[in-house]
């Protein structure tokens, strides 16, 4: 069964206005939540559903809100991650360009659920004019009793407000997109205490991506079975697939979470350019590890792309062909950790920038025989000592190009 | 010296105070009002910013080194940022910086002599499906070839 949800009704023309949206049965499941369910239960129903966060960590979103303390009477709030950064990602740029209704209907089931009344989405810098966009969709919502006070007469309030980034990677990681939302530099903070207990401002706080909240509609709609039917049982819906590089038809593809990436490059995405064959691909985003093409017939979900020693990541999937150098790419994979690095630990630091530095004296012709060596040794010393997952991030990707494409980077 | 911002300009961060339970938070977004003003942020900007804000002006300059999309320095009329991250450089995307280097006699982060052009080379701007991709100013131009990016040069600027 090949169902689309999210991507159902996108509008090429434009965004949809809440008309069009309401008119095709939108914010029906924010109605249905607010008027016929108790947070509890629309908590307990994307817990049943297994939406699994598609922002890159894909921890399970309704556990995530269950760690929210509802006793206490401080304020709660929602961050909504809009600082779609991760390079091969375009995915959350189609939600707020096509449907921003399907993304704040999300926003009201979410905070109904945990109790929250106020809503910040962290719009990354560059997205200046989708920002417009949502807060035009906002000012509509609110005119229309779908956002604001009293919304569709239940006597639930939500105020959403959109702030911009202005260009560091790093504040899509979500701690760190607290600082920045405080208004400090993106580093990120230690944790414990994790943001459901101390996030923004001291309060307990929900973070999540938009396109694990524009699944929650079609969730309290349709239920956790309904959802989990499209997907895996462990990890249900449909995806949606960012698909670029050496492919003949690059974009967005909604397809069912566990689709084979095999599948999805060469019959949805349309396989590569005649006469150029298949050297790699890189699953979920630049800080995922690079498969080849053997590696393919893997199902594009959290668990099997952790078995096959990747990450789903947030889908972002880079297809390379054969006239792309592994020179070229680990120059480009380096050059963007050592330039996003917060500066914060140690580790990353100083390993990013050495890694770098390395990395150019080779592609300019000063290769010693153990650079190699000493990259995989420098990120060795990044993997788990860092505050935030970058150090992670930096060292997998770099690891796996040196250990799958050795010869051709010592050439 | 200290000109002051406009009363325009006042009223409109006081506008961003009142999103935010403290001053500090609305940092960001202030800093983006006056540089959209301004056209920079240079040490007076930071000096105004941060009383307006409750904080030292070291704190604003802290937070303003942080993020790429914030300048210190004025900008030429047309701001070039080319994505050369993977995606695009498979498409295609270190062909168009080089084209823009030896069209405008620049390297990335300088500004042409007559002040029309900076060129900047930029991290993934999420367009990767249409690559090779170029911000001109805040618009967005994407499947690019030579010939498209001769033709922004001639219309913009």
Same mark, same amino acid.
């Given at each position: 069964m090949a169902e689309k949800y999210l991507t159902r009704s996108f509008d090429p023309a434009g965004p949809r206005s809440f008309k069009t949206y309401a008119d095709t049965g939108g914010y029906s499941g924010a109605r249905k939540a607010l008027a016929e369910m108790t947070p509890a239960m629309v908590m307990g129903e994307v817990k049943a559903a297994h939406l699994r966060g598609r922002g890159g960590a894909g921890f399970p979103a309704g556990l995530k809100w269950g760690f929210i303390p509802q006793a206490s009477p401080a304020p709660k709030y929602l961050c909504v991650n809009a600082d779609e950064g991760e390079p091969g990602t375009f995915k959350d740029r189609y939600i707020l360009a096509h449907d921003p209704h399907l993304l704040l209907e999300g926003v009201v089931i979410v905070s109904y659920a945990v109790g929250i009344h106020k809503a910040y989405v962290y719009v990354r810098g560059e997205y200046e004019e989708l920002a417009r966009r949502l807060e035009e969709a906002i000012s509509e919502a609110v005119s229309q009793g779908a956002l604001g006070e009293n919304i569709f007469g239940s006597g639930f309030s939500l105020n959403v407000l959109v702030h911009r980034?202005?260009?560091?990677?790093?504040?899509?990681?979500?701690?760190? &997109?607290? $600082?920045s939302l405080e208004g400090y530099r993106g580093q990120p903070r230690l944790k414990p205490p994790f943001p459901a207990s101390v996030g923004l401002f001291g309060n307990s706080t929900v973070i999540n991506n938009v396109e694990t909240l524009a699944n929650l509609p079609g969730i309290i709609l349709h239920g956790a079975d309904w959802f989990l039917g499209l997907g895996k049982p462990k990890d249900g819906g449909t995806r949606l697939y960012s698909v670029s590089?050496? +492919?003949?038809?690059?974009?967005?593809? $909604?397809?069912?979470?566990?689709?084979?990436?095999?599948?999805?490059?060469?019959?949805?995405?349309?396989?590569?350019?005649?006469?150029?064959?298949?050297?790699?691909?890189?699953?979920?985003?630049?800080?995922?590890?690079?498969?080849?093409?053997?590696?393919?017939? +893997?199902?594009?979900?959290?668990?099997?792309?952790?078995?096959?020693?990747?990450?789903?990541?947030?889908?972002?999937?880079?297809?390379?062909?054969?006239?792309?150098?592994?020179?070229? +790419? &680990?120059?480009?994979?380096?050059?963007?950790?050592?330039?996003?690095?917060?500066?914060?630990?140690?580790?990353?630091? +100083?390993?990013?920038?050495?890694?770098?530095?390395?990395?150019?004296?080779?592609?300019?012709?000063?290769?010693?025989?153990?650079?190699?060596?000493?990259?995989?040794?420098?990120?060795?010393?990044?993997?788990?000592?860092?505050?935030?997952?970058?150090?992670?991030?930096?060292?997998?990707?770099?690891?796996?190009?040196?250990?799958?494409?050795?010869? $051709?980077? $010592?050439? | 010296m200290t000109t002051g911002f406009s009363e325009g300009l006042r009223a409109r961060i006081d506008n961003i105070f009142a999103r935010y339970?403290?001053? =500090?938070?609305?940092? #960001?977004?202030? #800093?983006?009002?006056?540089?959209?003003? =301004?056209?920079?942020?240079?040490?007076?900007?930071?000096?105004?910013?941060?009383? #307006?804000?409750?904080?030292?002006?070291?704190?604003?300059?802290?937070?303003?080194?942080?993020?790429?999309?914030? =300048?210190r320095e004025p900008a030429g009329r047309r701001l070039l940022q080319v994505c050369t991250n993977l995606s695009c450089a498979i498409r295609g995307g270190g062909r168009i910086l080089d084209h823009l280097r030896r069209t405008l006699g620049l390297e990335p982060g300088q500004t042409t002599p007559d002040g029309r052009f900076t060129l900047v080379e930029v991290e993934c701007l999420g367009a990767c499906d249409k690559g090779p991709c170029l911000m001109v100013g805040e618009k967005l131009h994407e499947g690019l070839t030579l010939e498209a990016v001769d033709k922004l040069l001639r219309e913009s600027g």
């Open positions: 980034g202005a260009g560091a990677y790093i504040c899509g990681e979500e701690t760190a &997109l607290l $600082e590089g050496s +492919v003949v038809k690059p974009g967005v593809y $909604e397809l069912p979470t566990g689709t084979s990436l095999r599948e999805i490059i060469f019959t949805h995405a349309g396989g590569l350019a005649p006469g150029r064959t298949l050297k790699a691909v890189i699953p979920g985003g630049l800080s995922s590890a690079i498969l080849l093409p053997g590696e393919i017939d +893997v199902a594009m979900d959290c668990d099997s792309l952790a078995a096959a020693g990747s990450m789903i990541g947030s889908a972002g999937i880079i297809v390379i062909d054969d006239g792309v150098s592994m020179k070229t +790419v &680990l120059d480009r994979v380096t050059k963007f950790y050592a330039h996003e690095s917060c500066g914060q630990c140690t580790p990353c630091r +100083v390993g990013t920038s050495w890694i770098r530095r390395i990395v150019r004296r080779m592609n300019g012709g000063g290769r010693r025989a153990d650079d190699l060596d000493r990259i995989a040794r420098l990120a060795e010393a990044m993997k788990g000592r860092t505050f935030c997952p970058f150090g992670d991030a930096a060292a997998l990707p770099v690891l796996a190009l040196i250990g799958k494409f050795r010869t $051709e980077l $010592e050439g | 339970p403290n001053r =500090r938070s609305a940092l #960001l977004p202030v #800093l983006h009002l006056v540089q959209r003003e =301004r056209g920079f942020i240079g040490p007076d900007d930071e000096i105004l910013v941060a009383g #307006l804000c409750g904080l030292r002006p070291v704190e604003v300059r802290e937070v303003l080194t942080f993020y790429t999309m914030f =300048r």
